[in-house]
């Protein structure tokens, strides 16, 4: 079999050809017959420009068709054989977790010695127990989110090259996430494990689905968005001891559309138990825009990745809340780093952050700092490549 079969994700025979998957895009404006060609077109392999250059990998056409049918990996399939013909330019580099050092691993140094006592702790923890928390890259950037009362009898464990393949998953980098897909089964393969818990609905939605549905991973435990873990248990304690009585509108990640309720509902829910007051964006939950972080995966443009978190920015901002909130590590961080672009009075936080403060933790707040050194960073390192006519395989 070839890779293109191989590699082939978009079930052809539930599509009713409705064209509801890109006619309820956010980002490239079709109307329902013109989305409908388009549908054709990618099933037949001839994507149209419009679709090339707006597309910016939200992921959402996915959530937003009824049969389930994964237009989106229609799309990412073109960027597979794309890839596989000419490789990833090289100015992409510094920004994939398959690089040592890029952008996340190069802010250690700017952590706390707490913090990087922490991530040793997790490096060498073995991952068993009836609890287990996968901290993935983007949680391992700030672990101080998980420096909190409300983790006491979750065992961590992690370490940089255990990431969840996500990037490469977005890129339509799929022989990687296949060999992502063997390294974690074999990681995880024979371990006394109740139940993997996730902060970040990405590294959750490749774990129960993706890895395993699509590119062969085998796992035998359970697994839960820490959201839902967190809100049972702080509701079984009672009330929160300090209510944070302010108003806050609530960024949604791409993959929670596609986990829905659980995670969109229940952070909500956990928002609302801390006393915060929700309000939302014109565009939120699965109509939500994304945080800019996948719109690099078609184009590999840095300026793509910049006016989508600035347009993600102003929707926020257009609320008048107090502070942007965000249940995902990974908006975290992409939010936070460009809004030193694109200044905001609203400070980004993430809901252990908040969770800290109402369960009376003193609460430190290092993402912006630490997105500054990642800026600058990037600016050193990766932007002087983008002139350069390089390609490399991950
Ligand atoms: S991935 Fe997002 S931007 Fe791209 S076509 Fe689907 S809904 Fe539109
Ligand atoms: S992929 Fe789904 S939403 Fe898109 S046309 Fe087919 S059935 Fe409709």
Known sequence: MDNQGRFDFFRYEDCTLCGDCLARCEYIDFSRDEAVEEVKGLIDGRPSRKLQKGCISCYACNAFCPQDCRPYELITRNWFERYKHKGLPVRASYLMPSSFPNFRTDVVKNMSAREQEMLRRWSNTPPEGELVLYPGCNLMTLPHLVDAGFMQGVTISGDWDLCCGEMFFRMGLF????????????????????????????????????????????????????????????????????????????????????????????????????????????????????????????????????????????????????????????????????????????????????????????????AQGRTFHMLTNITYKALPKMLSPRHYRV
Not at 228 to 250: I, W
Not at 346 to 362: D, K, N, S
């Open 175 to 366: 022989d990687a996430v296949e060999r992502t897909a063997r390294k974690l089964t074999e990681h995880y393969r024979g371990r006394e494990i109740g139940k993997m818990l996730f902060t970040c609905p990405a590294c959750l939605n490749m774990f129960r689905n993706v890895l395993p549905d699509q590119f062969g991973a085998e796992f035998s435990f359970e697994t839960e968005y820490l959201g839902s873990y967190l809100l049972a248990r702080m509701q079984e304690s009672g009330q929160p001891a300090r209510r944070l009585e302010r108003k806050v509108t609530v960024h949604d990640s791409c993959h929670a559309r596609i986990l829905g309720d659980e995670v969109l509902k229940t952070s909500r829910d956990l928002f609302t138990w801390m006393g915060l007051e929700i309000k939302e964006m014109d565009h939120s939950g699965l109509q939500g825009y994304c945080c800019g972080a996948a719109a690099g995966c078609n184009r590999y443009s840095p300026f793509d990745i910049i006016f989508s978190a600035m347009r993600e920015l102003w929707e926020a901002q257009k609320t008048g809340a107090r502070d942007l909130a965000l249940y995902c590590t990974g908006c975290q961080i992409t939010l936070s780093l460009c809004s030193w672009l694109f200044p905001t009075l609203q400070p980004v936080r993430h809901m252990l952050e908040y969770l800290r403060e109402a369960t009376g933790e003193e609460v430190s707040h290092p």
